[in-house]
């Protein structure tokens, strides 16, 4: 990988922001924004939990910061909630609830291949790292 000369040697040179980075930065903000339909506002402790976390991780990736990271741990995290708390193929076919859990389960997929497309590209230009 080959390096830009600097004008003063050694000295790290500001580069221009591409419109790729703010691209990149919108995309993370609209996924938190994405994310924020999920938050259940429910008084059970597994529910507080799982909002206060996830909300964490998604501030983290929003600003860019940890951004792989945090993207892969919430990832695994919203994987492993959506199998247990959206089950619509348990629910027989009439059922309204299973169209209600089907919705939940794919918009939580959304939001998972939001986050993977965060780990596979990197948080961009715009961000703390």
Known sequence: RSEQKSLFAGVPT????????????TGRV???????????????FV???????GTILMV???VGYKTKLASLVLVLLLTIINIFINPWWMYHSQSPLRDFLKYDFFQTTS??????LVVALGPG???VD
């Open 47 to 53: 529910y507080i939990l799982q909002d206060v976390a």
């Open 14 to 25: 500001m580069g221009g922001n591409t419109p790729k980075t703010y691209l990149q930065l």
């Open 60 to 62: 983290l990736v929003a």
């Open 111 to 116: 939001v998972i291949g939001g986050l993977l």
């Open 125 to 127: 230009g715009v961000s």
């Open 30 to 44: 609209l996924l938190g924004f994405m994310f924020a339909t999920l938050i259940k506002f429910r008084l059970s």
